[in-house]
């Protein structure tokens, strides 16, 4: 399924400005999504990420986050929302699967635990759409990404923004922006486990 024409199809139809529950994992990930949705979409952006190892980590993610957001000028106003530093909810979703590889199971329950908390605050909230940053990372498959999205929608009700933000050179935007606002880029997607590897 190529993701990028099902992403344009439903910029295309939108008929009226919706609003849109972003996952977001970082700065950097975040820059070309905020760039390419901010003229279809009131934006706001939810930093649920426990999977980062240390609080230490986490908070200057965030700071980036919230710091290119104040800088990074858009039609319309884009907020950020986090909902704490609780990494032993993550340990606890990965039980066991501490020795899989990076980007097998562990990971995709990662992906699950992050999509559901965004869709339980977008539903509490009444937004029309979620989705997340996490497809345009090329070491991210966004197959699965989406097809855990397409599940929640089903579950929650609410719109999923189907994408594969890497498409249409997004990725390299990313590099480009986070240059340009001298973004810190970690080079690691967050847990002790893909540190490791």
């Known amino acids: 399924m190529n993701y990028q024409i099902v992403l344009e199809n439903t910029l295309k139809n939108l008929k009226e400005k919706k609003t849109l529950l972003l996952h977001a994992c970082c700065a950097p990930c975040s820059s070309y999504v905020i760039e390419y949705l901010s ?14 190892n240390n609080d230490i980590e986490y908070n200057k993610r965030l700071q980036e986050l919230e710091r290119f ?6 039609n319309n106003p884009v907020k950020v929302i986090s909902l704490g530093y609780n ?15 990076e980007g097998g199971s562990r990971c995709l329950k990662c992906y699950r635990l992050r999509l559901e908390k965004t869709f339980e605050y977008a539903k509490q909230y009444n ?31 609410i719109n999923y923004l189907y994408s594969d933000f890497k498409k249409k050179e997004g990725y390299k ?13 970690q080079d690691y997607c967050g847990c002790e486990f893909s540190k490791r590897d």
Do not use: A, C, W
């Open 39 to 52: 003229n279809y979409f009131d934006i706001t952006i939810l930093f649920y990420n426990p999977n980062i």
């Open 69 to 74: 957001v104040k800088e990074f000028k858009t």
């Open 87 to 101: 990494h032993d909810e993550y340990l606890q979703t990965v039980l066991g699967l501490e020795e899989e590889k």
């Open 127 to 157: 937004f029309d759409y979620v989705t997340t940053t996490l497809t345009i990372s090329p070491l991210k498959n966004s197959q699965v990404i989406n097809k855990i999205g397409s599940e929640l929608e089903n579950i929650y009700h």
């Open 173 to 185: 935007r990313s590099i480009v922006l986070s240059h340009e606002y001298n973004l810190y880029r």
